[in-house]
């Protein structure tokens, strides 16, 4: 296809897709106006469903009208619904929900064990209903999207934690890729928009699966958009092109596959017919040194969007992007998780708003207790997050905190801040992630910290009459030689602020807190580690606080207070 002619045909997918987007754009442009009545008919649609489910009898849903009344069922968690989807597993209809659940999609399980979430055809709907008007508000925000390619981040596909029932499980347990999120219009122009094939997701060898995916990317001349999840899956991946990028020029100037690379022959086969011999892409790269940062840049001159978690502990590789990338806009994606999707952001729109027309959602403001709903919050308050879903969760806890920040028309606005369930507990201390996060970085502000990594994990050493402890995992920025004893002592003093935790240490409960310095890429080993667990490249969120205890055997370093 020539260059001309291959321009025209990206155009006219991106058109297209637009297009497909607009109605749902529209809608949830009337939705910001019709909040209540927009969320209490979800709510009666999802009740009158499911009324005659296994769920829906115990609950008396037939008898339920209006979010008042809905508060007589009990708020839940995935422990609520093991038995429920143990039955779904061996083969029981109607037990959560009256539709058939087509798979069951296990979490990334960073927090808490790998769960298994049932997935309907109106779950994936109330996805679409975030997503669709996210993507038409791009295109409309930044016209020049219409011009380029897109790349997606698709999730290698690494082993996953798999439990003895999976096997013989009745419905599919995972999707065999991740544009099945996508409507099936969507999928069918990914082809010709996306340049990295969707089957890289069968790719296990992760180096394999990072050399192709900077081998399609670097192929490509007019990228234009770039959506991750984690902005720390991008830095990564960038930080491997120097090391590899004289390979990367060859492979590109003859067509080929490097013989490093572990494939299988059918996916080798698959992956050669889309690479073509491209010299003169090959001849204009040789000119730039990925090896300085500021250079990368060059490779995608046309890059005008990153979408990525920007929110709470993924500041600093959003910061590395920016610095990267400084003529792109880093767009902060919204508040998504495996059971459902809470916020996304809406054009140039500042904040993420509230994904009205998807799910019902309750809020549990968390300084009174009291449950909101999304046309009655405040701006400036903490809510904890309730999720109703057409794929069998009723009055769900997510454990996700978000902060309203604003209002569009009447659409509040979440900023999520952290989770309300990743607690450590070794002795009654009660460390908790936001306590965690917070003591950082006021002493981010007050020593001037810049620390590329940062983790605080328990640790269980000596002999059995040793007290156990913490120690802060920590990385500074290249060039950075902060006091890391006396972070030390003022972490100390910090999360003494926690009763619990400094009643611990007054009785000797705990060890003092250590620091130690981490060698070689944290980042990168602490991704290793949790990929190892089950988890999926692209889904990993970095956490400030684990609860793991394999972290001293994971990172190399020293101690250094």
Known sequence: MSSFFKKISVLAANCLWLAVCMPGWALFLIATRRVKSVQTARLRRILRQNSKTEFGRRHRFDSLRTPEDYLSV??????DYATAIGAIQTGHANVLTAEPVELLQPTSGSTTASKRIPYTRSLQSEFKEAIVPWIASLYLARPSLLLGRHYWSISPNTEPVSRPEDTHSRVRVGFADDSEYLGTIQRLLTRLLFPVPSEISQVRNPRSFEYLTLLFLCRERDLRLISVWHPSF???LLKALPTCFESLLRDIESGTISEAIELTPELHEKFKRCLAPDPKRAQKLRRINPAVRENIREIWPHLTLISCWTDGIAEPWRTQLAETFPHTVIQSKGLTATEGIVSFPLGRIPGKVCAVRSHFLEFNDTETGRIQYAWNLEQGREYSIIL????????????????????????????????DNLVSDLVGEKLNARHVADCLNRLKQ??????RFALLAPVLEGSEKASPGYVLYCQPEPGDSPDLPD?????????????HYQHARRLSQLTPLRIFLVTGEASELY?????KRG?????IKFQVLSTDLAWSVVFPGKFVA
């Open 446 to 451: 007050t020593m001037n910290l810049r620390l």
């Open 388 to 419: 109703t879903t057409g794929g069998g969760l009723y009055r769900y806890r997510l454990h996700d905190v978000v902060r309203v920040s604003g209002f569009y028309h009447q659409v509040p606005c979440l900023d999520f801040l952290s989770r």
């Open 535 to 539: 988890m999926k490249a692209g889904d």
């Open 487 to 499: 972070l030390a002592r003022r972490m100390e003093i910090e999360m003494s602020q926690n009763y």
């Open 527 to 531: 991704r290793q580690h949790l990929m």
């Open 234 to 236: 991008l830095t990564l």
């Open 74 to 79: 009990p708020l839940t968690d995935y422990e």
